[in-house]
């Protein structure tokens, strides 16, 4: 997998030393962490999106959800309409820095096998996000 790479760049320039920030994708719609799962979902379906970037009351990035991640705790013998998206983050409550390279960037993703990291400002909101393509 290498990442999604959504800008157009000169030819001369290094893919392992450019920063997350020049090939982020927008953040795309931002909900808050006391959201249900089954709202969460419906806003997906709403924004035509199959991902999420979670905030806390403070607007500060606690994580990402993707649809089949929701969609499989709404069809779990254990769902209640009281799950919130707190409560499902998991290992999408990682994000990072955009001024990351590239190459770290991958190798934390690889790594932590997230298919998707939000890049945050120093104030902890969030900027956009990278994606892994197969």
Do not use: K
């Not at 719609?29 to 806003?43: G, H, I, K, T, Y």
């Not at 379906?45 to 905030?55: D, F, K, M």
């Amino acid at each position: 997998m290498t990442l999604v790479q959504m800008q157009s760049r000169p030819a001369d320039a290094n893919p392992v030393h450019r920063t997350a920030v020049e090939v982020m994708d927008p953040a795309g719609p931002q909900v808050c962490d006391d959201m249900s799962v089954e709202v969460a979902l419906a806003v997906m379906a709403a924004a035509r999106t199959g991902r999420l970037v979670v905030c806390d009351q403070d607007g500060q990035c606690t994580g990402l959800v993707i649809r089949t991640e929701l969609a499989a705790v709404r069809d779990s013998s254990d769902y209640t309409d009281r799950v919130r998206l707190r409560d499902v983050l998991g290992d999408h409550g990682s994000f990072t820095s955009p001024v990351i390279t590239m190459a770290e960037a991958e190798h934390a993703m690889r790594t932590r096998q997230l298919g998707v990291l939000p890049l945050v400002d120093e104030q902890g909101s969030a900027l956009g996000t990278l994606a892994l393509s197969r």
